[in-house]
């Protein structure tokens, strides 16, 4: 496992490029989001290129080598799909042109959510019947590939652990996995001892993560709470939050899982830019003692 961290975080604390947050936080990995004009952030601004097209494969070959150069490991790309948009074929177009330049750049994984629009009014066999469409759709389409898909734990319906179970028996297809997500299970309102047996649940077939963290009163841990209750008051720094991540980091070494621990810390926006930069190098200092640390060791705190 490597530390990364995502594109939006790294510029919302602060840094003006992608490349001086990166190596002013010591990070060696980055996940992209991907806009549906199919653009991402350049590591660097090459003159007045600040965004680059995946499409394009001039622009791939810049993305490439700006990696390569500042060696940094380009870990996934992020998209913000919406699998009940009015015009459902482009939705799986866009998906299956960013799996193909994944491909290209060596990227293992594409996050996907799960959330769709008007998902409220559907009932639950039609909302997991489209998502689990959709992702074949794109699977079949991209088949020649090796990159998986991370559907991550997002939103009302993506953080119950009944909709991801069925929906991973439903689509049947070892390139799908999720984007676990370490904080979004705890903002769905499940007490924290469920949560861990959430992670130990999933940690099997994750493709990549996010790594967030809450602080809730003492009292309020361990009850169940209404969906996102007050996260905007009780989201934290990664490191201050009420969830383990040494646990959370040990039950996906002992699932096998090898690729990157990414940065999400929601918190930012309450704290002025240098203690943001200062709460994104506690997390990220933290988070490389978890990975030097013993295998042993985290096992042995994982039980504890």
Known sequence: MYLSIRDDIILAAGYTTLLSGLQDLQIPGVELRVQRDDTVPA??????????RLTDP???ARLRQQAHTHGITLAALCMGNNFNAPDRDSEIAWAVRTVRAAQQLGIPVVRVDPIMSGEQELPPEERLHRV????TEILNATADTSVDLGVE?????GNNPEFLRALLQRVGNPRLGLTLDSGNFYWRGWPLTRVYQIFEEFAPVVKHTHIKNIAYPPELREAERAVGYEYGRYVCPIPL???DHTRYVALLKQAGYDRDLCLEDESLDKYPPEERKANLRAAAD????MLTAGTSRLEGETKA
């Open 43 to 52: 590591i660097t601004p090459d003159g007045d290129r600040s965004r680059l």
């Open 58 to 60: 001039q622009d791939l």
């Open 132 to 135: 689990a469409t959709a992702l």
């Open 153 to 157: 734990n997002h939103g009302h319906h």
């Open 241 to 243: 939050g009420d969830i």
């Open 286 to 289: 933290a988070f490389r003692t």
